[in-house]
């Protein structure tokens, strides 16, 4: 596996000339691999599965932010909860509730984004647009204390009509929009290798990013 440049990503600005942040997806690349996107000072890395991700974690530097990208079973929230950065693929009242009871359990704040099914894929998880207003009524309440949600995250079509891929991302960041005027949002994950480009055309400050980095 050669690995590409990463200062490819450093100093990316989405359409508003906003810092966006690059989380390096490490789920197919050994612990070389990263230590190597890690010594160019790159400390965010996504995985997919909660084994890999705690593997990694024991044996890697501990300063590297850690992501959850991947789809997340609610028996495997006490594996990663005590370490882990941000969990981007939160898609479930169910699973909402579980790491708040976990996080009140271990005396911890936990950071997440809601993750929202943008795409007509049946294989994407995440909450409809209409399911937002429950979940940020039940956090403005304080229903959900020793969770932080920072912001939105969102998986487009894979698809090379990208006038269907830029209509979800314009759904997300316009959902973004109105919930950021509801309660302060940090992030909008959205884009990958594929197409972070158009995402950051839709403001996204998040993107995600793995054979555009390790290839």
Same mark, same amino acid.
């Given at each position: #596996?050669?690995?590409?440049?990463?200062?490819?990503?450093?100093?990316?600005?989405? /359409?508003?000339?906003?810092?966006?942040?690059?989380? !390096?997806?490490? /789920?197919?690349?050994?612990?070389? @691999?990263?230590? /190597?996107?890690?010594?160019?000072?790159? &400390?965010?890395?996504? @995985?997919?599965?909660?084994?890999?991700?705690?593997?990694?974690?024991?044996?890697?530097?501990?300063? &590297?932010?850690?992501? #959850?990208?991947?789809?997340?079973?609610?028996?495997?929230?006490?594996?990663?909860? @005590?370490? +882990?950065?941000?969990?981007?693929?939160?898609?479930?009242?169910?699973?909402?509730?579980?790491?708040?009871?976990?996080?009140?359990?271990?005396?911890?704040?936990?950071?997440?984004?809601?993750?929202?099914?943008?795409?007509?894929?049946?294989?994407?998880?995440?909450?409809?647009?209409?399911?937002?207003?429950?979940?940020?009524?039940?956090?403005?309440?304080?229903?959900?204390?020793?969770?932080?949600?920072?912001?939105?995250?969102?998986?487009?079509?894979?698809?090379?009509?990208?006038? &269907?891929?830029?209509? @979800?991302?314009?759904?997300?960041?316009?959902?973004?929009?109105?919930?950021?005027? +509801?309660?302060?949002?940090?992030?909008? %994950? #959205?884009?990958?290798?594929?197409?972070?480009?158009?995402?950051?055309?839709?403001?996204?400050?998040?993107?995600?990013?793995? %054979? !555009? &980095?390790?290839?």
């Amino acid at each position: #596996m050669k690995l590409k440049m990463i200062h490819n990503f450093k100093n990316l600005k989405n /359409k508003n000339g906003h810092d966006v942040e690059t989380v !390096a997806v490490s /789920k197919r690349s050994t612990s070389d @691999e990263i230590m /190597k996107v890690y010594n160019k000072n790159h &400390i965010n890395f996504g @995985e997919n599965r909660v084994k890999d991700l705690v593997t990694k974690y024991n044996i890697l530097p501990k300063d &590297i932010r850690w992501h #959850m990208i991947g789809h997340l079973q609610r028996n495997k929230v006490k594996d990663i909860i @005590e370490f +882990i950065h941000l969990i981007h693929s939160v898609d479930s009242f169910r699973l909402i509730e579980q790491i708040n009871k976990l996080s009140i359990n271990k005396n911890l704040f936990t950071n997440i984004l809601i993750q929202v099914k943008i795409s007509d894929d049946d294989s994407k998880y995440g909450f409809l647009p209409n399911e937002l207003e429950l979940i940020f009524n039940n956090y403005l309440s304080k229903k959900y204390k020793n969770i932080k949600i920072l912001g939105l995250m969102g998986m487009a079509t894979f698809s090379n009509d990208t006038s &269907i891929v830029e209509s @979800e991302f314009s759904l997300l960041s316009n959902l973004y929009k109105k919930y950021s005027k +509801i309660t302060p949002l940090k992030y909008l %994950s #959205m884009g990958m290798s594929g197409d972070y480009l158009l995402a950051l055309k839709y403001n996204s400050n998040m993107i995600r990013v793995g %054979s !555009a &980095i390790f290839n």
